[in-house]
């Protein structure tokens, strides 16, 4: 079955720098959504992607956060200056249809850890 | 906005006995509930989903009802295998947001 691909696995990063998480969604999906989670808690919304351009986004996606689909394949999410309350697990999510229209394939994640 | 709450946290079940993780919803406009699995160290994989017109659905060992009304949606695994052991999140979507809000999760664990 096909799967998204999330790198890298884990990323450590000290406050203030800039991370870039990568995403290859499923190659035929054409909506693409970051979600995280923080240790204990619930899975949270931040961001959903569709031809090009931010289609929804939640209140925790401010400007410190930014996505981009540079090439047919890849989606990235950046933190331009990392702070502590960023450490999370990020996942990626691609769809078909729309996450109501077709089911969400998730990626192992990646965990974010802010020092 | 949406807000979705699930019980218990945790659940600890005898092999082959069932398991019923509840969650409820706030937001009556909501009309699509997955209920996801989470493995260690995997995303959440959707394992059953039910839209708004239907009260009931199966696959296999796995069923989710549906009450509009009370605003309330379950999860029933019967005959529990060791595998079944795993977080699952149940999630609400409303129609015209892109978005799915989760639950907080029920750790199960099936005894052996």
């Known amino acids: 079955e096909p799967e998204v691909t999330q790198t890298p696995s884990h990323q450590v990063t000290q406050m203030g720098q800039e991370v870039i998480l990568r995403c290859v969604p499923i190659s035929n999906h054409l909506y693409f959504y970051w979600y995280r989670q923080i240790l204990g808690q619930k899975v949270e919304f931040l961001v959903s992607?569709?031809?090009?351009?931010?289609?929804?986004k939640s209140e925790i996606f401010d400007d410190q956060f930014s996505v981009e689909r540079p090439d047919g394949s890849n989606f990235t999410l950046k933190i331009r200056s990392t702070k502590l309350e960023d450490s999370a697990m990020y996942f990626c999510a691609s769809s078909k249809q729309g996450a109501a229209n077709e089911k969400l394939f998730f990626g192992s994640g990646t965990q974010l850890s802010v020092l | 906005g949406e807000n979705v709450e699930q019980h218990p946290s945790t659940l600890s079940v005898q092999e082959g006995d069932s398991a019923v993780i509840k969650c409820t919803y706030s937001?009556?406009?909501?009309?699509?509930f997955p209920w996801y699995k989470q493995e260690l160290g995997k995303g959440p994989q959707l394992i059953i989903d039910?839209?708004?017109?239907?009260g009931e659905k199966k696959d296999q060992r796995i069923a989710v009802t549906l009450n509009k009304t009370a605003k309330h949606f379950s999860l029933h695994i019967t005959e529990t295998q060791p595998e079944d052991s795993a977080v699952y999140f149940c999630a609400a979507y409303t129609f015209g947001n892109e978005k799915l809000t989760f639950g907080t999760g029920t750790r199960l664990t099936i005894i052996p």
């Open positions: 992607f569709y031809n090009n351009e931010i289609s929804e």
């Open positions: 937001d009556s406009a909501s009309n699509y």
């Open positions: 039910i839209r708004s017109n239907v």
